[in-house]
């Protein structure tokens, strides 16, 4: 479907009779999505939760130079932005990471290899993972503010923050 808001999209969840629902990026959802599943909806998030929500949370970190937060996090999915309960965070391990892409990709790769671990420790135990809510504020990111200007440091950043990983290795 083009749009996971829509009533084709609603219609496949609901005739689909799903466990739990996994949403990795495609924007906000709205409420009636959420209820859907038997047991829990999930986000797959590129980014340290509750510290980076929203869009490019990946390269803002990098941006503000906050290395120890380049992560995923794996949430409960709520109505507001990337803030539910935490399943899980992991640090992206930055060896053999050449560029910003590089970064993006195994993150993506390390959400997903996550999620799958997580799914199958359900389908084994029949329990759904322990959560933690989230404390502190964190902030909110939107693709409106990653201007080229942005990215641009961003990507000077990443040149000297895999610099420095190479001279200490």
């Known amino acids: 479907v083009d749009d996971i808001n829509s ?6 969840l609901k ?11 495609g924007g906000i ?3 009636q999505m959420l ?19 929203g ?5 803002w970190a990098i941006h503000n130079e906050d290395y120890n937060k380049l992560g995923i996090s794996i949430l409960t999915l709520r109505k507001q932005i990337d803030s539910g309960e935490i399943v899980l965070r992991k640090k992206i391990d930055l060896t053999n990471i050449n560029d910003e892409y590089d970064l993006t990709l195994n993150a993506q790769k390390l ?3 996550e999620m799958i671990k997580v799914i199958r420790n ?3 135990t029949g329990k759904l993972p322990i959560t933690k809510k989230q404390t502190g504020k964190g902030k909110i990111f939107y693709a409106s503010d990653y201007t080229p200007k942005i990215k641009g440091m961003v990507r000077r950043r990443m ?8 001279n200490s290795s």
């Open 159 to 166: 040149k000297s923050l895999i610099r420095k990983n190479q």
């Open 29 to 31: 959802i709205n409420e």
């Open 111 to 113: 959400a997903i290899e």
């Open 122 to 124: 359900l389908n084994k």
């Open 7 to 12: 009533y084709e999209a609603e219609e496949i």
């Open 55 to 59: 869009s490019h949370c990946l390269h």
């Open 15 to 25: 005739n689909s009779n799903v466990d739990i629902l996994v949403v990795f990026g």
């Open 35 to 53: 209820v859907l599943p038997k047991l829990e909806a999930y986000t797959l998030h590129l980014g340290w939760c509750p510290d980076y929500k």
